[in-house]
């Protein structure tokens, strides 16, 4: 079964957390983020999905959850945090958030991008030289639409926008790892995407990824971490909601 990055934020938000590997545990670290994919099911995580550079040393999880207001939003993201510095003798965290999706477009006409493991995936995070993202959003889809869309191996892409500091970030879905590195060596991410962004965006970084699970893959017996050390009650209360009838209890008693 697939895993799927809609391509609006009507009903869902996207969490990225973005690691790099410490030493020679990448697998290791890609295992852990698998079993954390499994407890963050009873967080209300709708799917999830683990993403590895081909030739960098970076892990990506990725969560997909029905919206709720900022308040709820911002204590499940510091239960996450928290949770996965447990995870800090694998790989260090080095960016997190999120994200809304804005805009989106695929081959076969579906709403979203539908990847399964095994599947080629690039990414690009930016930061605006401004603290407005809105010049660096509408570049980001009219290269979407003018310049990936375009290109015979992309199969899909997407645009966000995190709701947590001033950021935005694309993802292309390759059809083959083949039609990906053909795009790099024929026209290049440095000779027509880097420029396109130069003027609104210092460093723009871009990475190409190997999906290497989806939260519909079957879990093999992976005993890394055990749940309680992964996720507490008090971040399951958070999620859903126990902390706002706390006080009604105690005036019922």
């Known amino acids: 079964m ?24 990448a697998e290791e670290l890609v295992d852990a983020l698998k079993v954390f994919s499994f407890y963050t099911e009873d967080l209300g995580c709708i799917y999830s999905s683990v993403f590895k550079s081909i030739h960098g ?13 900022d308040v709820q939003r911002k ?16 790989g260090i ?9 804005y805009a989106g477009e695929s081959k076969d006409g579906r709403r979203v991008a539908k990847f399964t493991t095994g599947d080629t995936i ?31 191996g992309v199969a899909a892409g997407a645009c966000f926008v995190c709701l947590d500091k001033p950021l935005v970030a694309t993802m292309q879905l390759w059809k083959s790892l083949q039609a990906c590195y053909s795009w790099l060596i024929d ?24 999906v290497m699970y989806v939260s519909t893959d079957e879990l093999l017996a992976i005993t890394l971490l055990p749940p309680v050390r992964l996720i507490g009650r008090e971040a ?16 019922d008693a």
Request: aromatic share 16%; net charge negative; charged share 20%.
């Open 2 to 25: 697939p895993c799927f990055v809609p391509f609006d934020g009507r009903e869902l938000v996207l969490s990225f957390f973005a690691f790099r590997h410490v030493g020679v545990f």
């Open 57 to 69: 040393n970076m892990v990506i999880w990725y969560g997909a959850w029905i919206k709720r207001p």
């Open 75 to 90: 204590q499940l993201r510091d239960q996450l945090v928290s949770a996965l510095a447990n995870l800090s003798h694998l």
């Open 93 to 101: 965290l080095i960016e997190f958030g999120f994200f809304e999706s």
């Open 122 to 152: 690039s990414m690009t995070a930016m930061e605006p030289i401004s603290r407005d993202t809105a010049d660096l959003s509408y570049a980001s889809l009219a290269l979407l639409k003018s310049y990936y869309m375009k290109n015979d």
């Open 187 to 210: 026209s290049g991410y440095r000779k027509n995407v880097r420029p396109y962004y130069s003027h609104l965006s210092h460093n723009p970084e871009y990475e190409v990824f190997k």
């Open 236 to 251: 399951m209360g958070i999620c859903y909601g126990e902390e706002e009838h706390a006080g009604d209890e105690d005036s």
